[in-house]
T-cell receptor
Framework: DAGVIQSPRHEVTEMGQEVTLRCKPISGHDYLFWYRQTMMRGLELLIYFNNNVPIDDSGMPEDRFSAKMPNASFSTLKIQPSEPRDSAVYFCASSRGRRDQPQHFGDGTRLSIL | GENVEQHPSTLSVQEGDSAVIKCTYS??????FPWYKQELGKRPQLIIDIRSNVGEKKDQRIAVTLNKTAKHFSLHITETQPEDSAVYFC???????????FGKGTHLIIQP
Protein backbone atom coordinates (compact mmCIF):
# COMPACT_ATOMS: atom_id res chain seq x y z
CA ASP A 1 0.00 0.00 0.00
CA ALA A 2 1.46 3.33 -1.08
CA GLY A 3 -0.09 5.31 1.76
CA VAL A 4 -1.39 8.86 1.48
CA ILE A 5 0.60 10.84 -1.06
CA GLN A 6 0.95 14.60 -0.88
CA SER A 7 2.63 17.05 -3.21
CA PRO A 8 4.61 19.18 -3.19
CA ARG A 9 6.65 18.38 -0.08
CA HIS A 10 7.86 21.95 0.18
CA GLU A 11 6.48 25.16 -1.27
CA VAL A 12 7.98 28.62 -0.98
CA THR A 13 6.15 31.48 -2.61
CA GLU A 14 5.53 35.17 -2.23
CA MET A 15 2.45 36.57 -0.62
CA GLY A 16 -0.42 37.17 -2.96
CA GLN A 17 0.35 34.12 -5.05
CA GLU A 18 -2.02 31.19 -5.46
CA VAL A 19 -0.95 27.97 -3.77
CA THR A 20 -2.33 24.53 -4.60
CA LEU A 21 -1.66 21.51 -2.42
CA ARG A 22 -2.48 18.02 -3.63
CA CYS A 23 -3.41 14.76 -1.96
CA LYS A 24 -4.02 11.19 -3.05
CA PRO A 25 -5.74 9.13 -0.34
CA ILE A 26 -5.28 5.44 0.29
CA SER A 27 -7.32 3.40 -2.16
CA GLY A 28 -10.61 2.30 -0.63
CA HIS A 29 -10.69 4.99 2.03
CA ASP A 30 -13.91 6.96 1.90
CA TYR A 31 -12.94 9.85 4.20
CA LEU A 32 -10.33 12.50 3.50
CA PHE A 33 -9.21 15.16 5.97
CA TRP A 34 -7.10 18.30 5.54
CA TYR A 35 -5.17 19.56 8.59
CA ARG A 36 -2.91 22.50 9.26
CA GLN A 37 -0.14 22.22 11.86
CA THR A 38 1.64 25.11 13.54
CA MET A 39 3.56 25.40 16.78
CA MET A 40 1.02 27.80 18.23
CA ARG A 41 -2.21 26.04 17.28
CA GLY A 42 -1.20 22.41 16.93
CA LEU A 43 -3.16 20.21 14.52
CA GLU A 44 -6.24 21.97 13.19
CA LEU A 45 -8.87 20.24 11.08
CA LEU A 46 -9.68 22.43 8.11
CA ILE A 47 -12.18 20.39 6.10
CA TYR A 48 -13.15 16.79 5.45
CA PHE A 49 -14.83 14.86 2.66
CA ASN A 50 -16.91 11.71 2.55
CA ASN A 51 -17.18 9.94 -0.80
CA ASN A 52 -15.80 13.08 -2.48
CA VAL A 53 -18.44 15.37 -0.92
CA PRO A 54 -17.35 18.14 1.49
CA ILE A 55 -19.03 17.50 4.83
CA ASP A 56 -17.66 20.11 7.20
CA ASP A 57 -15.55 23.10 6.23
CA SER A 58 -16.03 25.03 9.47
CA GLY A 59 -12.29 24.84 10.14
CA MET A 60 -11.35 26.68 6.97
CA PRO A 61 -9.93 29.93 8.26
CA GLU A 62 -11.06 32.30 5.54
CA ASP A 63 -12.63 32.51 2.11
CA ARG A 64 -9.11 32.53 0.73
CA PHE A 65 -9.03 28.80 1.42
CA SER A 66 -10.93 26.33 -0.75
CA ALA A 67 -10.81 22.56 -1.19
CA LYS A 68 -12.11 20.14 -3.78
CA MET A 69 -12.26 16.42 -4.30
CA PRO A 70 -13.17 15.75 -7.94
CA ASN A 71 -12.80 11.98 -7.56
CA ALA A 72 -12.00 9.30 -5.00
CA SER A 73 -8.27 9.45 -5.61
CA PHE A 74 -7.51 13.18 -5.65
CA SER A 75 -8.08 16.27 -3.56
CA THR A 76 -6.72 19.81 -3.63
CA LEU A 77 -6.44 22.56 -1.07
CA LYS A 78 -6.06 26.00 -2.57
CA ILE A 79 -5.08 29.30 -0.99
CA GLN A 80 -5.68 32.43 -3.02
CA PRO A 81 -4.26 34.95 -2.30
CA SER A 82 -1.68 33.57 0.10
CA GLU A 83 -0.46 35.49 3.16
CA PRO A 84 2.60 35.01 5.44
CA ARG A 85 0.35 33.78 8.29
CA ASP A 86 -0.65 30.84 6.10
CA SER A 87 2.86 29.42 6.56
CA ALA A 88 2.48 26.01 8.18
CA VAL A 89 2.66 22.30 7.48
CA TYR A 90 -0.47 21.04 5.76
CA PHE A 91 -1.35 17.37 6.19
CA CYS A 92 -3.84 15.26 4.36
CA ALA A 93 -5.19 12.12 6.03
CA SER A 94 -7.60 9.41 4.97
CA SER A 95 -9.62 6.76 6.74
CA ARG A 96 -12.07 3.99 6.10
CA GLY A 97 -15.00 5.25 8.11
CA ARG A 98 -15.66 8.45 9.97
CA ARG A 99 -15.67 8.35 13.70
CA ASP A 100 -13.88 5.38 15.12
CA GLN A 101 -11.25 4.46 12.57
CA PRO A 102 -7.56 5.36 12.41
CA GLN A 103 -6.54 8.17 10.14
CA HIS A 104 -3.44 7.69 8.00
CA PHE A 105 -1.43 10.82 7.32
CA GLY A 106 0.57 11.86 4.30
CA ASP A 107 4.07 13.31 4.64
CA GLY A 108 2.69 16.85 4.56
CA THR A 109 3.46 20.00 2.60
CA ARG A 110 5.68 22.55 4.32
CA LEU A 111 4.40 25.89 3.07
CA SER A 112 6.34 29.13 3.47
CA ILE A 113 4.79 32.40 2.33
CA LEU A 114 7.32 35.21 2.10
CA GLY B 1 -18.02 19.37 20.69
CA GLU B 2 -15.32 17.09 22.01
CA ASN B 3 -12.61 18.64 24.18
CA VAL B 4 -9.31 16.79 24.61
CA GLU B 5 -6.72 17.86 27.18
CA GLN B 6 -3.22 16.36 27.07
CA HIS B 7 -0.53 16.55 29.78
CA PRO B 8 2.29 17.22 30.14
CA SER B 9 3.26 19.39 27.20
CA THR B 10 6.92 18.44 27.67
CA LEU B 11 8.32 15.36 29.39
CA SER B 12 12.00 14.62 29.93
CA VAL B 13 13.05 11.17 31.18
CA GLN B 14 16.30 9.28 31.54
CA GLU B 15 16.96 6.57 29.00
CA GLY B 16 15.66 3.29 30.35
CA ASP B 17 13.03 4.89 32.57
CA SER B 18 9.28 4.88 31.91
CA ALA B 19 7.19 7.71 30.47
CA VAL B 20 3.48 8.33 30.97
CA ILE B 21 1.34 10.77 29.01
CA LYS B 22 -2.27 11.44 30.00
CA CYS B 23 -5.33 12.67 28.14
CA THR B 24 -8.83 13.53 29.24
CA TYR B 25 -11.90 13.94 27.06
CA SER B 26 -15.38 15.34 27.48
CA UNK B 27 -17.79 13.33 25.29
CA UNK B 28 -18.88 10.19 27.13
CA UNK B 29 -20.06 8.69 23.81
CA UNK B 30 -16.49 8.58 22.45
CA UNK B 31 -15.25 5.04 21.93
CA UNK B 32 -11.99 5.18 19.99
CA PHE B 33 -8.65 6.39 21.41
CA PRO B 34 -5.57 6.34 19.17
CA TRP B 35 -2.07 7.60 19.89
CA TYR B 36 0.19 9.09 17.25
CA LYS B 37 3.95 9.64 17.25
CA GLN B 38 5.43 12.47 15.22
CA GLU B 39 9.18 12.67 14.76
CA LEU B 40 10.73 15.98 13.79
CA GLY B 41 9.82 16.87 10.21
CA LYS B 42 7.76 13.73 9.73
CA ARG B 43 4.09 12.85 9.60
CA PRO B 44 2.04 11.70 12.60
CA GLN B 45 2.04 7.90 12.70
CA LEU B 46 -0.39 5.68 14.54
CA ILE B 47 1.45 3.67 17.20
CA ILE B 48 -1.37 2.13 19.22
CA ASP B 49 -5.11 2.49 19.67
CA ILE B 50 -7.77 1.23 22.04
CA ARG B 51 -11.53 0.94 21.89
CA SER B 52 -13.90 1.43 24.76
CA ASN B 53 -14.68 -2.25 25.20
CA VAL B 54 -11.21 -2.89 26.64
CA GLY B 55 -9.37 -1.25 29.50
CA GLU B 56 -5.78 -1.88 28.46
CA LYS B 57 -3.79 -2.76 25.37
CA LYS B 58 -0.10 -3.52 25.09
CA ASP B 59 2.34 -3.73 22.19
CA GLN B 60 5.92 -4.49 23.24
CA ARG B 61 7.17 -1.46 25.20
CA ILE B 62 4.07 0.67 24.76
CA ALA B 63 0.69 0.32 26.41
CA VAL B 64 -2.49 2.33 26.64
CA THR B 65 -4.95 2.29 29.52
CA LEU B 66 -8.50 3.62 29.45
CA ASN B 67 -10.80 4.68 32.28
CA LYS B 68 -14.17 5.36 30.68
CA THR B 69 -15.81 6.35 33.94
CA ALA B 70 -13.27 9.09 34.57
CA LYS B 71 -12.93 9.83 30.84
CA HIS B 72 -9.18 9.61 30.71
CA PHE B 73 -6.62 7.44 28.99
CA SER B 74 -2.86 7.20 29.16
CA LEU B 75 0.11 6.14 27.07
CA HIS B 76 2.85 4.22 28.87
CA ILE B 77 6.30 3.70 27.39
CA THR B 78 8.67 1.43 29.30
CA GLU B 79 12.45 1.07 28.95
CA THR B 80 12.63 4.28 26.94
CA GLN B 81 15.21 4.56 24.18
CA PRO B 82 16.61 7.55 22.25
CA GLU B 83 14.40 6.74 19.27
CA ASP B 84 11.34 7.31 21.46
CA SER B 85 12.11 11.06 21.41
CA ALA B 86 9.23 12.67 19.48
CA VAL B 87 5.93 14.50 19.90
CA TYR B 88 3.06 12.23 20.93
CA PHE B 89 -0.57 13.10 20.23
CA CYS B 90 -3.61 11.50 21.75
CA UNK B 91 -6.88 11.59 19.83
CA UNK B 92 -10.51 10.75 20.50
CA UNK B 93 -13.18 9.55 18.10
CA UNK B 94 -16.52 7.81 17.82
CA UNK B 95 -18.55 10.36 19.77
CA UNK B 96 -20.80 13.11 18.53
CA UNK B 97 -18.12 14.80 16.47
CA UNK B 98 -16.94 13.47 13.14
CA UNK B 99 -13.35 12.45 12.66
CA UNK B 100 -10.78 12.56 15.45
CA UNK B 101 -10.17 15.33 17.95
CA PHE B 102 -6.47 15.65 18.77
CA GLY B 103 -4.72 16.73 21.93
CA LYS B 104 -2.08 19.48 21.75
CA GLY B 105 0.80 17.02 21.92
CA THR B 106 3.57 16.04 24.36
CA HIS B 107 7.20 16.57 23.47
CA LEU B 108 9.01 13.54 24.92
CA ILE B 109 12.75 13.96 25.42
CA ILE B 110 14.88 10.94 26.26
CA GLN B 111 18.04 11.97 28.11
CA PRO B 112 21.08 9.71 27.52
Amino acid sequence: DAGVIQSPRHEVTEMGQEVTLRCKPISGHDYLFWYRQTMMRGLELLIYFNNNVPIDDSGMPEDRFSAKMPNASFSTLKIQPSEPRDSAVYFCASSRGRRDQPQHFGDGTRLSIL
Amino acid sequence: GENVEQHPSTLSVQEGDSAVIKCTYSDSASNYFPWYKQELGKRPQLIIDIRSNVGEKKDQRIAVTLNKTAKHFSLHITETQPEDSAVYFCAVGGGGADGLTFGKGTHLIIQP
